[in-house]
């Protein structure tokens, strides 16, 4: 990476999940990393395991860099950009991961029109991966993309660099985060309102799954999907159409209609199996709970 140089850099937010998960991948590939966040107690703790060094702010950590990471909330983050604008310099890379781009690709393209080496990534995992070989990241080009993509591809050669507009981006987010999460906020509502234990010994492998999803997505911090889903200008015209069909098949449902469920269903199925792995979706729930039972057993 970089003709084998170690860079200098600083993660602002280094103590937040995604944030300590880069600083543990450039510390591993042989870069000194600087670590700033507003939450000392946790910065300090992850210096002290890493190896890494402690900014006093996010000004000095910029200033220390080659190269800065901004893993902040996505409605903190416009705000740190403009913080670190006079730090900035033509040397600087700059780069922010936010899930949701709307409200922040005006700063990064103005902060790239100052000849900063700007990037706008989405890493479209989450801080459980293990490494990033086989990962995917999506990339905003903000002025030059065919420099932007090079630039991503030095900096994460291990990544899938996926090129897309800031628009198109929040739209499938829309659907690939928002959407799921709220399913999964909705069904861990109605679950914890029962004997979960009783639930989990009856339940079978579509129950187990959806369970664990359900957790998993409960485990977060509230603020980050309260702004995936209240932030995002496309949100609303998924769940709208998500409530309208749920509804259907609830009316459907209600009035006993069999013939009108299988056609539902199998209008449905017709149109998911458009996709090439379909065929394998039954084999692929059972190797994922399989999965789930190994790890669960070894916790």
Not at 44 to 62: D, F, I, P, Y
Not at 153 to 166: L, N, T
Not at 249 to 276: A, G, H, N, P, Q
Request: charged share 25%; net charge positive; no cysteine.
């Amino acid at each position: 990476m970089f003709g084998g140089l170690g860079l200098r850099v600083s993660i602002i937010g280094g103590a937040g999940k995604m944030g300590a998960w880069f600083a543990k991948y450039f510390v591993e590939h042989g870069h000194e990393v600087i670590i700033s966040d507003v939450r000392m107690k946790e910065a300090k703790a992850l210096v002290g395991v890493l190896g890494a060094k402690l900014a006093e702010n996010n000004l000095e950590a910029v200033r220390m860099a080659d190269l800065s990471l901004i893993s902040t909330p996505i409605d903190v983050t416009p705000k740190v950009l403009t913080e670190i604008l006079p730090e900035l310099k033509e040397s600087k890379i700059i780069v922010e991961i936010s899930s949701l781009k709307s409200k922040i690709l005006p700063v990064m393209k103005n902060i790239a029109r100052y000849g900063v080496k700007a990037l706008s990534i989405h890493p479209l995992f989450g801080s459980g991966a293990k490494e990033m070989v086989g990962e995917r990241i999506a990339l905003i080009p903000l002025r030059d993309q065919i420099f932007e993509e090079k630039l991503a591809k030095k900096i994460f050669p291990d990544a899938e660099i996926i090129v897309v507009s800031g628009e198109l981006h929040d739209n499938v987010m829309a659907l690939t985060l928002a959407l799921t999460h709220f399913v999964n906020i909705i069904f861990a509502s109605v679950v914890s309102e029962e004997d979960i234990e009783l639930l989990k010994r009856l339940g079978g492998t579509t129950f187990m799954l959806q369970l664990a999803l359900s957790e998993g997505v409960m485990t977060e911090k509230p603020s980050l999907y309260a702004s995936i889903q209240i932030d995002n200008k496309y949100t609303a015209k998924y769940l709208e159409k998500f409530m309208f069909k749920a509804a259907k098949l609830k009316e459907i449902i209600e009035k006993k209609d069999f013939e009108s469920f299988i056609k539902f269903y199998m209008t449905t199925r017709k149109l998911l199996s458009k996709d090439e792995e379909f065929s394998e979706a039954y084999e692929k729930m059972y190797r994922a709970l399989k999965a789930l039972r190994v790890a669960n057993h070894r916790a």
